[in-house]
């Protein structure tokens, strides 16, 4: 039976907020607990990847753990439901460190509420993505769905990078006046004074409190529409694994790890741009109305993105197979990084002109993340032909574990490049200008030159080992409906 449009509808409403917590957290963690908190950068960037080692081991016991789960409502759908609640509150956590911590004391709890986030995100994340294979049987219906859902989820990241920053600014307005009021002033200091970012970033610390709050608000409720709709249905009931043999059946599936690899290269060339494009523009860009010129920019961006996933991919879906549009994707991204790092040392009097780039990489970036998630799933069928297992969760706790592995890897990246450059809130505006031409220019080849080179590996690999065609896979699921029907 096919699926219907309740389905769909409720399986991408479930997408959007799922990836608008994780673009919350993936792109603006840092820049809250580094340029809003204070923290030095370097600890961030070691606390954000030494949670990424750690879900090294919880993302595939967490796949064991989906897998081995029996209930009346399934195996996927009672995790999605508490990995869910468990993850809003921790991600209002996250946004909401005590005032009276400082130092040490603010560092431990990043570390402590950072590794529980992505233990919580786990459990819902790899069950959702999982459902796919289990309630649709490859083919069209298959890409079709995965599409819709990496469409909605790049709704939700497109979201969040739009609105973010704009909804802090309004959201922390009620504490303006407490601000100005407790510093013994009627009015905002001069631009770029230190009282000025003092109170900026107690505007912005209220603001995170309660975008967090109203983020993990949506997210409950869009998972609690999708766990009422939605229930697997082609899941073949085997016996439940052990952990050594989850992980031998992933080293034994080749395409899985090949996509795995791409992923994480992909993504960590993606994450670096995101995780440092805000710092791009507050003190390379630069002046008072650097916050409009970014809003300005990821509204475009976020567009794009979205354009891309709906009505771009299906078109040249068209005209070309899944693998050509991969390749055209890459080189569109390299492009428009090529393109950003030319414009970005000539005089950026225009956020207009940064348009021309951001179209190549967001575009880019919105079919690549639909045809990821594609490859993977078909990788499933794979691994069931050749090692006899449908190892849905498992195969698709690796894509929880390589994205967020990838966030980590651009978070230490972008840590590295802060703390070298000196580049935070603590910078006044005379020490800005005094080293642009070093450390701004640290952070443009930083924001572009690696995210390229980690394209180019990513084609470079994915070219030499993928070899899951569409003629393949359709082979591959005729052969798995002729297994099943002799059982």
């Known amino acids: 039976m096919k699926l219907s449009a309740k389905e769909k509808f409720s399986y991408g409403l479930g997408a959007v907020g799922k990836d608008m917590v994780y673009m919350l957290s993936a792109s603006y963690v840092l820049y809250y607990y580094q340029d809003i908190l204070g923290v030095n950068a370097i600890a961030m960037g070691i606390i954000l990847m030494a949670a990424r080692v750690f879900d090294a081991f919880n993302d595939p016991i967490m796949g064991v753990l989906v897998a081995k ?45 950072y590794i529980l986030w992505g233990v919580t995100y786990t459990m819902m994340d790899i069950p959702y993505w999982s459902m796919i294979p289990a309630f649709t049987e490859g083919g069209k219906e298959r890409e079709g769905l995965t599409t819709l859902a990496r469409s909605c989820a790049g709704v939700g990241s497109a979201v969040i990078t739009i609105v973010t920053m704009m909804c802090v600014a309004a959201l922390g307005q009620r504490k303006r006046a407490a601000l100005l009021a407790a510093n013994g002033l009627t009015e905002m200091p001069a631009e770029g004074s230190p009282m000025r970012q003092v109170i900026e970033r ?163 970036n919105g079919m690549l993340s639909v045809l990821t998630t594609v490859f993977l799933a078909n990788t499933v069928d794979y691994g069931e032909l050749k090692n006899n297992r449908r190892d849905e969760s498992v195969i698709f706790s690796m894509q929880t574990f390589v994205v967020k592995l990838a966030s980590g890897v651009a978070a230490l990246i972008a840590s590295v490049c802060l703390g070298v450059f000196h580049i935070s809130q603590d910078t006044d505006t005379e020490q800005i200008i005094q080293v642009a031409k070093g450390s701004l220019v640290g952070l443009r080849m930083t924001m572009t030159v690696i995210p390229v080179a980690g394209l180019l590996a990513a084609v470079f690999v994915f070219h030499r080992k993928y070899i899951l065609t569409e003629e393949k896979v359709e082979e591959i699921s005729e052969k798995i409906r002729e297994k099943r029907a002799k059982e």
Not at 91 to 98: C, K, Q, S, V
Not at 323 to 341: C, D, E, N, R, T
């Open 69 to 113: 789960t029996r209930t009346r409502w399934g195996k996927f759908r009672p995790w999605l439901l508490v990995g869910t609640a468990l993850n809003a509150v921790v991600l209002f956590l996250m946004f909401t460190a005590p005032p009276a911590l400082n130092g040490s004391g603010l560092v431990a709890y990043a570390a402590v509420i």
């Open 202 to 364: 107690g505007i912005e610390r209220e603001g995170f409190i309660w975008f967090s709050l109203i983020v993990a608000v949506l997210f409950v409720v869009f998972i609690l529409v999708t766990c009422l709709n939605i229930k697997e249905k082609s899941t073949v009931d085997m016996e439940a694994p052990t952990v050594g043999q989850m992980f031998r059946a992933l080293l034994q599936n080749d395409q899985a790890m090949t996509v795995v690899v791409a992923i994480v290269l992909v993504n960590s060339a993606i994450y670096i741009t995101s995780n440092l494009v805000i710092y791009f523009f507050k003190y390379d860009f630069g002046g008072e109305g650097w916050r409009s010129a970014y809003t300005l920019f990821n509204t475009f961006g976020g567009g794009v993105q979205i354009l891309a996933m709906m009505l771009l991919f299906p078109l040249l879906r068209r005209f070309l197979s899944a693998l050509k549009i991969f390749y055209v994707s890459f080189g569109m991204a390299i492009v428009g990084y090529a393109s950003l790092l030319v414009l970005a040392f000539t005089n950026m009097s225009s956020v207009y002109l940064l348009f021309i780039p951001g179209f190549f990489i967001f575009a880019a």
